[in-house]
């Protein structure tokens, strides 16, 4: 099976720009997470979705938005970029994220990282 | 709150010996504990998990982490450290139906 692929890989933007960032997920998985890393604030969990419902949202501001699409496939949005956004942005997915189903482990694509000047 | 700990920022260890990286954890109700690994440019990769069962749990590439619920630590373990085992690695906690709550890692550095 392939794993999860996440384009572009890298990408440089100004500040004010906007952003999207794509994530496939394994065949077959429904769950989609995205983590913001960066070497100050570690792993920031940023939103999870389960067949096209955003399930869970992390603290971050509302710059930041994501979406899923029937086909599970992912993307999340920044705008207005800020140079703290600066970072790599993890997605995984996830066998499942039914309720009462959550000892799944999840597989993590390359990332993206983003670099805004 | 649910949280995890990984108080070393850094572990060395020569090759050959063997390998210990803490965690401890935090959470109401039963823990979901994973670690991944971490290369250079490279998203996390998947180590092993605990979820119930024997306390022992045996992973990838001869990974290992022991589960005590006393003293609430999931710490890895490998008896052979290898060159290629340098990386970051990170504890996670899943409190049931929420998100993965991340340590802050641990760079580990084998030396030859």
């Known amino acids: 099976k392939a794993g999860v692929t996440q384009t572009p890989r890298y990408l440089i933007k100004t500040r004010g720009q906007q952003v999207t960032l794509s994530c496939s997920p394994i065949?077959?998985?429904?769950?989609v997470s995205w983590y913001q890393q960066t070497p100050g604030q570690g792993l920031q969990f940023l939103f999870e979705?389960?067949?096209?419902?955003?399930?869970n949202k992390g603290n971050f501001p509302g710059r930041f938005s994501g979406r899923q699409f029937s086909n599970s496939r992912s993307e999340m949005n920044v705008s207005t970029l800020e140079l703290g956004d600066s970072a790599l942005y993890l997605c995984?997915?996830?066998?499942?994220?039914?309720?009462?189903?959550?000892?799944?482990?999840?597989?993590f694509g390359p990332g993206t990282r983003l670099t805004v000047t | 709150a649910q949280s995890v700990a990984q108080p070393e920022d850094q572990v060395n260890v020569a090759e050959g010996n063997p390998l210990t990286v803490k965690c401890t954890y935090s959470v109401s109700g039963n823990p979901y504990l994973f670690w991944y690994v971490q290369y250079p440019n490279r998203g996390l990769q998947f180590l092993l998990k605990?979820?119930?069962?024997?306390?022992l749990v045996k992973g990838s590439y001869g990974f290992e982490a022991e589960f005590n619920k006393s003293q609430t630590s999931f710490h890895l373990k490998k008896p052979s450290a290898l060159v290629s085992d340098s990386a970051l690695y990170f504890c996670?906690?899943?409190?049931?139906?929420?998100?993965?709550?991340f340590g802050k890692g641990t760079r580990l550095s084998v030396i030859a």
């Open positions: 065949s077959g998985h429904r769950s």
């Open positions: 605990y979820i119930t069962g024997d306390n």
């Open positions: 996670a906690l899943k409190p049931g139906n929420t998100p993965l709550v």
């Open positions: 979705y389960f067949s096209e419902t955003q399930r």
């Open positions: 995984a997915s996830s066998p499942t994220g039914a309720v009462g189903k959550t000892s799944y482990e999840q597989y």
